[in-house]
């Protein structure tokens, strides 16, 4: 992988936690993150919309956050 990066390209995961009605939702690129160490991050429901790219440790930041929070 190159260290440019395709969102059109990329195979984007979505949150376990996205609700079914497509709600509050993130995807995210795993196998580009296994690679370069950057996460790249995406509202899913603006796919062709700006991406976030955040570090690995940032992106567990997150992550960790994220499960503490309830809406």
């Known amino acids: 992988m190159t260290?440019?990066?395709d969102p059109q390209a990329a195979v984007w995961?979505?949150?376990t936690h996205s609700g079914p009605e497509g709600?509050?939702?993130i995807e995210w690129v795993p196998a580009h993150a296994s690679v370069t160490g950057t996460v790249p991050v995406r509202d899913s429901k603006r796919p062709t919309g700006p991406v976030l790219m955040v570090?690995?440790?940032a992106f567990?930041?997150?992550v960790t956050?994220?499960?503490t929070i309830t809406l």
Do not use: H, I, W, Y
């Open 13 to 15: 995961v979505k949150s």
């Open 60 to 62: 567990a930041g997150l």
């Open 23 to 25: 709600g509050t939702c």
């Open 3 to 5: 260290s440019e990066f």
């Open 55 to 57: 570090s690995t440790p």
């Open 65 to 67: 956050l994220a499960r």
